[in-house]
């Protein structure tokens, strides 16, 4: 299941909502919860219960709307100062601010606010709403820091993938232009899938996976017969979803580092498998034991790297991922856990 994105609630026009739903369950609380007089019934009590939830309300909105923003603006001092001026104010006020409340309604039997005690209320309420919005703004902002960091670091892997596809381009337009329409028709594909189906966080995995195809199909007219690729997908996809591009790199990077070891076949091997929300990768492709690699630190990894982060930034401590190498073989492997 496409995981829910919560910040909504909190943004308009779903914020406002959101507070009127919790007010109404506080009002239902309070009529559960809360013992009354037995002369209490009826309209008398529905005139308390809303009463009793201005009590807890007005402090909290008074706290978080006007204090909570000064104590940002002004600093600590001020913001004291305001806070200790405005729970003064609530406790001489408030009991007037309810007992005009219940002259609106049509009984006799009223609470009269000026003899209750309404001083724990108001420093409590105006306690929990800071924390309240202190620990929600902290999150909603933590969100978009994470958020912010996955757009730069798709940014990265975007534009990392297709400077590897238009060398794969340019090398098949000088050696074989008969197959450049099927190479363009999947070039086109891909692009289409990276421009406008991964804006959101999450996609369906057959998405995704139809998008590794395209890819693995590119690379199949590339290399033509000198490589033995093969892709499988064991399991259903139904109800899965995913990070958009992000296993795409693995794939890339076994094609990228398949090599020729002599008189043998080159291959890349790719198998996902799916139990339940569980997914597994891996992907073989052969290497030259002999081979040693010119390493470059500015160069070297940045689309592991980058999908390092992400799978870190998405998927923090839900997945696992090895690499092993012996003799002509590559072995990646990869398990996460889609929430």
Same mark, same amino acid.
């Given at each position: 299941m496409k995981?829910?994105?919560w910040t909504i609630l909190f943004i308009k026009p779903y914020k406002i909502y959101t507070h009127v739903v919790f007010?109404?369950?506080?009002?239902? +609380?309070?009529?559960?919860?809360?013992?009354?007089?037995?002369?209490?019934? *009826?309209?008398?009590?529905?005139?308390?219960?809303?009463?009793?939830?201005?009590?807890?309300?007005?402090?909290?909105?008074?706290?978080?709307?006007?204090?909570?923003?000064?104590?940002?603006?002004?600093?600590?001092?001020? *913001?004291?100062? +305001?806070?200790?001026l405005q729970v003064g104010l609530l406790?001489?006020?408030?009991?007037?601010?309810?007992?005009?409340? *219940?002259?609106?309604?049509?009984?006799t039997d009223r609470v009269d606010w000026r003899n209750e005690h309404v001083t724990f209320s108001v420093v409590t309420f105006t306690l929990i709403a800071t924390i309240y919005k202190? +620990?929600?703004?902290?999150?909603?902002?933590?969100?978009?820091?994470?958020?912010?960091?996955?757009?730069h670091l798709k940014a990265q892997l975007n534009p990392h993938f297709l400077f590897n596809t238009l060398n794969n381009l340019y090398g098949l337009s000088v050696a074989e232009?008969?197959?450049?329409?099927?190479?363009?028709?999947?070039?086109?594909?891909?692009?289409?899938y990276s421009l406008y189906d991964t804006n959101q966080s999450h996609v369906p995995l057959k998405k995704e996976l139809d998008y590794i195809?395209?890819?693995?199909?590119?690379?199949?007219?590339?290399?033509?017969?000198?490589?033995?690729?093969?892709?499988?997908?064991?399991?259903?996809t139904t109800d899965l979803y995913i990070a958009p591009l992000l296993l795409i790199i693995f794939i890339e990077n076994g094609f990228k580092h398949v090599s020729h070891a002599k008189d043998r076949q080159s291959y890349v091997h790719i198998m996902f498998r799916l139990n339940h929300k569980f997914l597994q990768l891996e992907v073989k492709n052969s290497i030259d034991p002999d081979y040693s690699p010119v390493k470059s630190e500015s160069k070297e *990894?940045?689309?592991?790297?980058?999908?390092?982060?992400?799978?870190d930034l998405i998927y923090p401590q839900q997945y696992s991922m090895s690499t092993t190498?012996?003799?002509d073989c590559f072995d990646l492997k990869l398990e996460i856990e889609l929430s």
């Open positions: 995981p829910f994105d007010w109404l369950l506080v009002s239902f +609380a309070i009529i559960f919860f809360k013992e009354y007089p037995e002369r209490m019934t *009826g309209l008398t009590m529905i005139c308390l219960v809303v009463q009793v939830t201005l009590e807890f309300m007005i402090p909290c909105y008074s706290q978080n709307l006007l204090v909570v923003p000064f104590f940002k603006k002004r600093g600590w001092l001020w *913001g004291t100062a +305001a806070y200790l406790i001489f006020l408030l009991p007037y601010v309810l007992n005009a409340v *219940g002259m609106l309604f049509p009984i202190v +620990a929600l703004d902290g999150l909603i902002l933590d969100k978009k820091r994470k958020e912010n960091e996955l757009m232009s008969k197959k450049l329409p099927g190479l363009m028709l999947r070039l086109s594909e891909l692009l289409r195809t395209n890819y693995v199909e590119l690379e199949k007219i590339r290399l033509s017969d000198k490589t033995d690729i093969k892709m499988e997908v064991a399991g259903s *990894g940045l689309g592991l790297n980058n999908v390092k982060q992400r799978l190498q012996e003799n």
